[in-house]
């Protein structure tokens, strides 16, 4: 493992390349034997020595056009094979150990299924080989398995011919037609429920469908397959895109390091994305689940057909596929809830990342461990980029440009700036300096200051742009935002600027400052901007309570609307952290009362309006957080709103029937709405019953979860006793048990390191399962704000201690979870220093991963950075 960063300006095209591989594989828990036979072409002339990627894996023979080979030598986690002709076919054999690879990158044995995880790096762990995304293959492979236990055996593309060995093992060979890189290279083989459908696409031709699934979950499956069509008929409607192989193939399994992955023809799911019914999953559940399939399929072209040239270029397939999957969850379900959804990940992460020593653009330029490179930033920040060119061109400019892209380089690997210069052929628009989202990382911030004449009756607003130096880049340009703007005044009326610089509600803020102006104005007008989030950043616009309430009823723009609750609830915990909660006076409580019963038949809007900023978003608009100082005043306020708002809350409750399960977007709007009514109810003693009746009757996971989670901020014995029944109930159940160690790992509470130790213990609990880790020590560094933070360091210590020995099983999931502890920079001096602390135990750890390396080092070193 190397602790030496790769740059992207040192980006060399391969030497050789491989054109077409076959491999035979004979499935052993602990040496399974892989011979590769790989044909390989030279490339350029530079260098003699062909150079392969390989780790944790025991090298066999080299064979090179059928004679042995002995010429070579392995350093560094790379084969080098001399004296080499031209062009040459080369077999090598080598074993790898599936059973004790508890890393889940390569080849692994997940509670007794074979399975494979390829990105970024893990081809190499199966064979040596040139394991980079611009070295495009065709790959034939042969997998050997034990008849009984592994009936099912599965790779990429279409099953060509199988068979029975005389030792009770037996065969299939799978072929996959289109040349790809080696990390879309998968392998399963396992017992599997199978769920069966077909799909026909827009020109005709049927496509199988299957998803495979433990046995005894198949009823579970049904919603997934749904899903997969769905996704598969919105591409074609919208992008023109058809599938393009005769099967497609889904397999859930337990250990799973990520969300799913979208290997050629044979997607590899983390069971919590693909199973759920009414009794086990929440709404948010399904809607997850549709989300991470829909992702999965749209890969197959932007992401598989058109690959990476190179791990920095990431951005270009997941930003684009997240874009892209958010759009699908958007038309399926309802456009504001997937906006607000998607803005507090931005917000409560994006941000707090660019503001981290992780900082770093959608396009990193330096790199240790690429597994730390699936961020927020590559991911969410990149689709909020993709989401701009979709702004700016216009739905058919944005097609336009997409079709260009697939013209230009379907079966190629390919860059980020190719992506723009493709999409730069559908506009008029100069995208050159708007490529600088690409390079430029941080969080920008668009202040609006207004000044209004009253003599003159006129009005200027100036907006003007700044991102503050980044841990990995001091200097910072303007940026082209596209940025709606909307002008009202205290009446409700709609202003437009003497200029016309505002155009179907959108400026374009391309410099450091952009001044509008407004005549026969006879009142301050009060500007409203970025309105759905035309940009991804922060904004300053002092605004008062009563403006505040002014553009909740009057402004165009529903996420506006939402964005200005947001605003006032945090400048109300601003008041009750500078001990001045009086300054939230009557006419405020009277506006909330307004909002409420004015909105009381508009579930979708009201059940996002209810939820208080968490305290991961308030720490974005503040810093030096003293968090105990935070968080009670944010709890205090929620004291106050559930006090003085409790009879149009009760209101609400009440005029929000539980009527029989149905996945709708109209259900799950009332749910939503209802289950977040009945947390702030939670908090009056005369409500506990209320809480104890939805949990005994609700006929679905989302209703038993909303009472656990208004349980948890309510009475402490409410609480214990309805967990324990939740327990009793699904204790067999890991997936639904996952809800239940989060809740209990989140809860505040004197005595919680002794409870995390005790969920440690619960028989279901491993650490060797991702997603059991995540639910326990996740939730607990991510959610439990006082535990994590208590100021006697206990939590930050309890999370390296476990950090320590997660490193030697997970090191991809450990350095996940040490991303809080990473960024001590937002908190007051006396945390950082605990913080520091544990930061500096962890780096001593003797052979600690590059992962926790790359991530707790650059978090150390940026304290230095920022001392001087
Ligand atoms: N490409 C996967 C996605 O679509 C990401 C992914 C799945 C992944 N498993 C991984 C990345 C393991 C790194 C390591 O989101
Ligand atoms: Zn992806």
């Given at each position: 493992?190397?602790?030496?960063?790769?740059?992207?300006?040192?980006y060399?095209?391969p030497?050789f390349?491989?054109t077409d591989?076959?491999?035979?594989v004979?499935l052993?828990?602990t040496t399974?034997?892989?011979?590769?036979?790989?044909?390989v072409k030279?490339?350029a002339s530079e260098g003699?020595?062909?150079?392969?990627d390989?780790?944790?894996?025991?090298?066999?023979?080299?064979?090179i056009?059928d004679?042995?080979?002995?010429d070579?030598q392995?350093v560094?986690?790379?084969?080098l094979?001399?004296?080499?002709?031209?062009?040459?076919?080369?077999?090598?054999?080598n074993?790898?150990?599936?059973?004790n690879?508890r890393a889940?990158e390569?080849l692994?044995?997940s509670a007794?299924?074979?399975c494979?995880?390829?990105e970024?790096?893990?081809?190499r762990?199966i064979t040596?080989?040139?394991?980079r995304?611009d070295?495009?293959?065709?790959?034939?492979?042969?997998l050997?398995?034990?008849?009984q236990?592994?009936p099912t055996?599965?790779?990429?593309?279409?099953?060509?011919?199988?068979?029975d060995?005389d030792d009770g093992t037996h065969?299939v060979?799978?072929q996959d037609?289109?040349p790809?890189p080696s990390y879309?290279?998968?392998m399963?083989?396992?017992?599997?429920?199978?769920?069966?459908?077909?799909y026909?696409t827009s020109?005709?031709?049927p496509?199988?469908l299957e998803?495979?699934?433990?046995k005894?979950k198949?009823?579970?499956?049904?919603?997934?397959l749904?899903?997969?069509?769905?996704?598969?008929?919105?591409?074609?409607?919208?992008f023109?895109?058809e599938?393009d192989?005769?099967i497609?193939?889904i397999?859930a399994?337990?250990?799973?390091?990520?969300?799913?992955m979208?290997?050629?023809?044979l997607?590899?799911?983390?069971?919590?994305?693909?199973?759920a019914?009414q009794?086990s999953?929440?709404?948010?559940?399904?809607?997850?689940?549709?989300?991470?399939?829909?992702?999965?399929?749209?890969?197959?072209?932007t992401?598989?057909?058109?690959?990476?040239?190179d791990?920095?270029?990431?951005?270009?397939?997941?930003?684009?596929?997240v874009?892209r999957d958010?759009?699908?969850s958007?038309d399926?379900?309802s456009?504001?809830?997937n906006r607000?959804?998607?803005v507090?990940?931005?917000?409560?992460h994006q941000?707090?990342?660019?503001?981290?020593a992780?900082s770093?653009?959608?396009?990193p330029?330096?790199?240790?461990?690429?597994n730390?490179?699936?961020?927020?930033?590559?991911?969410?920040?990149g689709a909020e980029v993709i989401?701009?060119?979709?702004?700016?061109?216009?739905?058919?400019?944005?097609?336009?440009?997409?079709?260009e892209?697939?013209?230009?380089h379907?079966?190629?690997a390919?860059?980020?700036?190719d992506?723009v210069?493709?999409m730069?052929t559908?506009?008029d628009?100069?995208?050159?300096h708007?490529a600088?989202?690409y390079?430029?990382?941080g969080?920008?911030v668009?202040t609006?200051?207004?000044?209004?004449?009253?003599?003159?009756g006129k009005?200027?607003?100036?907006?003007?742009?700044?991102?503050?130096?980044?841990?990995?880049?001091?200097?910072k340009?303007?940026?082209?935002?596209?940025?709606t703007f909307?002008?009202i005044?205290?009446?409700g009326n709609?202003?437009s600027?003497d200029?016309?610089?505002v155009k179907?509600?959108?400026?374009i803020?391309d410099?450091?400052?952009l001044?509008?102006t407004?005549?026969?104005?006879e009142?301050?007008l009060?500007p409203?901007?970025l309105?759905?989030f035309?940009?991804?950043a922060?904004?300053?616009?002092d605004l008062?309570?009563?403006?505040?309430?002014n553009v909740?009823?009057y402004?165009?723009?529903?996420?506006?609307?939402?964005?200005a609750?947001?605003?006032?609830y945090?400048?109300c915990?601003?008041?009750y952290?500078q001990?001045t909660?009086?300054?939230v006076?009557d006419t405020?409580?009277q506006?909330?009362?307004a909002?409420?019963t004015?909105e009381?038949?508009?579930?979708?809007?009201?059940?996002?309006?209810?939820v208080i900023p968490?305290?991961?978003?308030?720490?974005?608009?503040?810093?030096q957080v003293?968090?105990?100082?935070?968080?009670s005043?944010?709890?205090?306020f929620c004291q106050a709103f559930s006090v003085r708002?409790?009879?149009?809350?009760k209101?609400i409750?009440n005029?929000?029937?539980?009527?029989a399960?149905?996945?709708?977007?109209?259900a799950v709007?009332?749910?939503?709405c209802r289950?977040?009514v009945?947390v702030?109810?939670a908090?009056l003693?005369?409500q506990q019953?209320?809480i104890?009746?939805?949990?005994?009757?609700?006929d679905n996971m989302?209703?038993?979860l909303?009472?656990l989670k208004?349980?948890?901020a309510g009475?402490?014995?409410?609480?214990?006793?309805?967990?324990?029944e939740?327990?009793?109930?699904?204790?067999?159940d890991?997936?639904?048990l996952d809800?239940?160690f989060g809740?209990?790992a989140?809860t505040?509470?004197d005595?919680?390191?002794?409870?995390?130790?005790?969920?440690?213990?619960h028989?279901q609990f491993?650490?060797?399962?991702?997603n059991?880790?995540?639910?326990?020590v996740?939730?607990?560094a991510?959610?439990n704000?006082?535990?994590?933070?208590n100021l006697d360091?206990?939590?930050?210590?309890f999370?390296?201690d476990?950090?320590?020995?997660?490193d030697?099983?997970?090191p991809?999931?450990?350095?996940r979870?040490?991303?809080?502890?990473?960024?001590w920079h937002n908190f007051?001096?006396?945390?950082?220093q605990?913080?520091?602390?544990?930061l500096n135990?962890?780096?001593g750890?003797?052979?600690l991963?590059s992962?926790?390396?790359?991530?707790?080092s650059k978090?150390?070193?940026y304290?230095s950075?920022?001392?001087?």
């Amino acid at each position: 493992m190397s602790m030496q960063a790769k740059k992207r300006a040192d980006y060399q095209p391969p030497v050789f390349t491989i054109t077409d591989v076959k491999m035979d594989v004979r499935l052993h828990p602990t040496t399974t034997r892989v011979e590769t036979t790989s044909q390989v072409k030279r490339l350029a002339s530079e260098g003699n020595a062909l150079a392969l990627d390989g780790d944790k894996i025991q090298l066999d023979s080299v064979v090179i056009n059928d004679q042995p080979h002995s010429d070579y030598q392995v350093v560094d986690g790379q084969l080098l094979i001399s004296n080499v002709p031209e062009q040459f076919t080369l077999t090598i054999v080598n074993t790898i150990d599936p059973q004790n690879n508890r890393a889940l990158e390569g080849l692994y044995l997940s509670a007794g299924t074979y399975c494979t995880q390829c990105e970024a790096e893990g081809f190499r762990r199966i064979t040596y080989y040139l394991d980079r995304p611009d070295v495009l293959a065709t790959f034939e492979v042969t997998l050997h398995g034990d008849k009984q236990q592994y009936p099912t055996l599965l790779a990429n593309g279409n099953p060509i011919a199988r068979g029975d060995n005389d030792d009770g093992t037996h065969w299939v060979t799978w072929q996959d037609p289109h040349p790809k890189p080696s990390y879309l290279f998968a392998m399963v083989a396992g017992d599997f429920d199978l769920l069966e459908d077909t799909y026909t696409t827009s020109s005709g031709k049927p496509v199988k469908l299957e998803l495979y699934v433990d046995k005894g979950k198949r009823e579970r499956g049904h919603f997934a397959l749904a899903s997969l069509k769905r996704a598969m008929k919105w591409d074609e409607d919208t992008f023109g895109l058809e599938y393009d192989l005769d099967i497609y193939m889904i397999v859930a399994v337990d250990f799973f390091n990520m969300g799913a992955m979208e290997n050629k023809g044979l997607n590899v799911f983390n069971s919590k994305f693909v199973l759920a019914d009414q009794d086990s999953a929440t709404d948010e559940d399904f809607f997850n689940v549709e989300s991470v399939i829909a992702h999965e399929y749209f890969h197959n072209w932007t992401g598989n057909r058109v690959t990476c040239r190179d791990w920095f270029q990431l951005s270009l397939k997941e930003g684009l596929t997240v874009f892209r999957d958010q759009q699908f969850s958007a038309d399926m379900t309802s456009p504001l809830s997937n906006r607000i959804k998607h803005v507090r990940v931005m917000r409560e992460h994006q941000f707090a990342e660019d503001a981290s020593a992780m900082s770093h653009p959608i396009r990193p330029e330096e790199v240790i461990e690429m597994n730390n490179f699936y961020t927020v930033t590559v991911y969410d920040k990149g689709a909020e980029v993709i989401r701009m060119f979709h702004t700016l061109l216009g739905p058919q400019g944005f097609r336009k440009g997409m079709d260009e892209y697939f013209r230009r380089h379907d079966g190629q690997a390919v860059t980020c700036d190719d992506f723009v210069a493709a999409m730069q052929t559908a506009t008029d628009l100069d995208l050159s300096h708007f490529a600088l989202w690409y390079s430029q990382s941080g969080t920008p911030v668009i202040t609006v200051s207004s000044v209004f004449d009253d003599s003159t009756g006129k009005m200027t607003v100036t907006l003007s742009q700044r991102t503050a130096p980044t841990a990995d880049q001091r200097t910072k340009a303007a940026l082209f935002m596209p940025v709606t703007f909307d002008c009202i005044d205290s009446q409700g009326n709609h202003y437009s600027d003497d200029d016309g610089l505002v155009k179907d509600g959108m400026v374009i803020l391309d410099k450091s400052e952009l001044t509008l102006t407004f005549s026969d104005v006879e009142e301050p007008l009060i500007p409203v901007i970025l309105g759905n989030f035309s940009a991804p950043a922060k904004v300053h616009n002092d605004l008062n309570a009563a403006q505040l309430l002014n553009v909740f009823q009057y402004a165009h723009d529903s996420f506006n609307r939402w964005d200005a609750l947001q605003s006032l609830y945090s400048w109300c915990i601003n008041c009750y952290e500078q001990g001045t909660p009086e300054a939230v006076d009557d006419t405020i409580w009277q506006g909330l009362e307004a909002v409420l019963t004015g909105e009381a038949d508009n579930h979708e809007l009201l059940g996002e309006c209810l939820v208080i900023p968490s305290f991961e978003t308030l720490c974005q608009t503040r810093s030096q957080v003293d968090v105990a100082a935070l968080n009670s005043a944010r709890d205090a306020f929620c004291q106050a709103f559930s006090v003085r708002l409790a009879e149009p809350l009760k209101a609400i409750f009440n005029s929000i029937s539980t009527s029989a399960y149905t996945y709708s977007q109209q259900a799950v709007n009332a749910r939503r709405c209802r289950n977040q009514v009945l947390v702030h109810l939670a908090r009056l003693d005369d409500q506990q019953g209320a809480i104890k009746t939805q949990f005994a009757q609700a006929d679905n996971m989302t209703d038993t979860l909303g009472a656990l989670k208004a349980a948890q901020a309510g009475q402490r014995q409410v609480f214990e006793t309805l967990m324990e029944e939740f327990e009793q109930r699904w204790n067999q159940d890991p997936l639904v048990l996952d809800k239940w160690f989060g809740l209990h790992a989140t809860t505040e509470r004197d005595d919680i390191l002794s409870q995390l130790t005790l969920l440690q213990q619960h028989p279901q609990f491993t650490i060797g399962n991702p997603n059991r880790v995540r639910a326990v020590v996740g939730s607990f560094a991510f959610f439990n704000t006082a535990g994590f933070h208590n100021l006697d360091g206990s939590g930050y210590k309890f999370v390296t201690d476990y950090l320590m020995e997660l490193d030697k099983v997970n090191p991809q999931v450990a350095a996940r979870i040490v991303t809080p502890l990473t960024q001590w920079h937002n908190f007051s001096p006396a945390h950082q220093q605990l913080m520091k602390t544990q930061l500096n135990r962890l780096l001593g750890v003797k052979e600690l991963s590059s992962d926790l390396f790359e991530k707790v080092s650059k978090s150390l070193a940026y304290q230095s950075n920022s001392e001087q």
